[in-house]
């Protein structure tokens, strides 16, 4: 069965700064989909990146861009240029496309970004 | 956009009582899905639907039930309440049309149970 782990619980950022989270995963599969979604205080959990794992560039958007090491199976977060706004719990999770899986989603823990203004 | 709509963000229950917590999407989405989650345990799939009247049991069904009896409405019910079902639960949908597409999150029910 597969796995996904969010080693930091809480990490913290100064304004306009780099901030890296950090996301393993454990599967025996060679084709998956992976996916960083974004969860503000009382607000709703909305998708930040996704990766698919037969492609080899790491994907962007914006600020956000991740680092997708699939040989050491390993699926980092880089938010630049910090904002008041990131603040949030961030999720990674992991997706089978087998067809058995019904497209469901394993996730990981969480880890809670604090932005210091 | 998507728009997936929870009943309640807030609701308090007794132990023992029958709860009921709607979810409701507009874009006319094939699969729903309803996680709980609590802090440093991530989401977890109590129950998920893939057609109307379908439903698979995710990874903690014990004490949980849901019914879908039209595409756009999936319901979460507590059968009996207990303590240990306080927490936050969280509804998605997403298409069927292939892994790639992302769940849409209503806002959450925050559930008491006293």
């Known amino acids: 069965a597969q796995t996904v782990t969010q080693s930091q619980p809480e990490m913290s950022v100064q304004e306009a700064e780099t901030v890296t989270l950090s996301c393993t995963y454990d599967?025996?599969?060679?084709?998956?989909?992976l996916f960083w979604y974004k969860q503000p205080p009382s607000r709703q959990m909305i998708l930040v990146i996704r990766?698919?794992?037969?492609k080899q560039q790491n994907a962007t958007e914006n600020r956000f861009s991740v680092n997708f090491q699939k040989a050491a199976k390993s699926f980092s977060l880089k938010i630049s240029d910090s904002q008041l706004g990131d603040a949030a719990m961030y999720f990674c999770?992991?997706?089978?496309?087998?067809?058995?899986?019904?497209?469901?989603?394993?996730w990981g823990a969480g880890t809670k970004l604090i932005i210091k203004p | 956009d998507v728009k997936v709509t929870q009943s309640s963000r807030y609701l308090v229950k007794r132990t023992g009582e029958k709860v009921f917590l709607e979810c409701v999407q507009d874009?006319?989405?094939?699969?729903m899905f309803w996680y709980r989650q609590d802090p440093g345990l991530g989401l977890r799939l109590i129950y998920f639907?893939?057609?109307?009247?379908?439903?698979e049991k995710g990874d903690i069904p014990e004490g949980y039930s849901v019914s879908r009896e039209k595409k756009e409405r999936f319901s979460l019910i507590l059968e009996s309440a207990s303590t240990n079902q306080t927490s936050m639960y969280l509804c998605?949908?997403?298409?069927?049309?292939?892994?790639?597409?992302?769940?849409?999150f209503g806002d959450g029910t925050r559930l008491s149970i006293l």
């Open positions: 998605a949908s997403s298409p069927n049309r292939g892994p790639r597409q992302p769940q849409h």
């Open positions: 874009m006319d989405h094939e699969n």
């Open positions: 639907s893939y057609d109307v009247k379908m439903k």
């Open positions: 599967t025996s599969e060679s084709d998956y989909y």
């Open positions: 990766q698919e794992a037969y």
């Open positions: 999770a992991y997706r089978s496309v087998g067809f058995d899986s019904n497209y469901q989603l394993i």
